[in-house]
């Protein structure tokens, strides 16, 4: 069993409820929606802001919420730890239940993932904070011997014996430039990068299941032959229609 979780409680009035109004004089509103559908500019539609998380990622037209941009930091930590599998099933329940905002995409979530030999669950909620572990995200792996949590600032081993004395080694970095050496160490080598395309793709492809599950209301059973969903039903939660003149060639 893994649990993916991330927990970051915020106000419930969230990101506001601002009209809608003409874009600013230096904004090209067109453009920047491009294949999305035709929207009036909202400020949180927008969503940039020097001072602020960026909000655009909040509506589904553009983005996944925190599924698509936490999701991928911690379940890529699973696939990495189980030898990147994809799963083969996915169910989702959630909501918006908190915010009081003109946000579209959830802000309660529970995603549960059946892979080749294991269950993996990703929850997110906004209400509130409170880990059993004290951190506002993480990944558990529950073994038979011992429960390994880790994220960027540590890791910590609790062992199932009774008695026996927990583990804890805290990280001296986040791994960015690390990331980033490796990154030009392959462009330079042209070897293949530690954090490669294909596992980029999988747990990509994890998080995006996760939201079709959720915005369909089905279990989804992943199709590897064609790289979709068995139901036809998720399907259109896994592309976007393009709006007009703009076309995507394979």
Request: aromatic share 12%; net charge negative.
């Amino acid at each position: 069993m893994v649990a993916a979780s991330d927990f970051i409680p915020t106000p419930g009035n969230g990101i506001g409820n601002p009209a809608d109004r003409k874009p600013p004089a230096d904004l090209d509103w067109d453009m920047w929606l491009g294949p999305a559908p035709g929207r009036p500019f909202n400020p949180n539609r927008f969503g940039v802001d020097p001072n602020h998380f960026s909000y655009f990622r909040f509506f589904w037209d553009y983005a996944g919420g925190m599924m698509t941009d936490w999701g991928v930091h911690v379940l890529d930590i699973v696939h990495l730890a189980m030898g990147e599998p994809m799963p083969q099933s996915v169910t989702a329940l959630g909501g918006k239940l908190w915010y009081q905002d003109n946000r579209e995409t959830p802000d309660t979530l529970q995603v549960t993932y059946q892979y080749p030999g294991f269950v993996a669950m990703y929850e997110d909620r906004s209400s509130n904070g409170n880990s059993m572990f004290d951190q506002d995200y993480g990944t558990l792996f529950h073994g038979s011997e011992a429960t390994l949590f880790v994220n960027r600032e540590l890791y910590r081993i609790i062992p199932e014996k009774k008695g026996a004395q927990t583990i804890e080694v805290k990280s001296t970095t986040h791994g960015n430039v690390e990331h980033w050496a490796n990154f030009l160490e392959c462009v330079k080598t042209r070897k293949k990068p530690v954090s490669d395309i294909e596992i980029c793709y999988k747990t990509t492809a994890a998080c995006l299941l996760g939201n079709a599950a959720y915005r369909s209301n089905l279990r989804l059973d992943w199709d590897a032959a064609r790289e979709t969903v068995v139901q036809p039903e998720g399907r259109k939660y896994l592309a976007m229609n393009y709006r007009q003149p703009w076309t995507l060639t394979v």
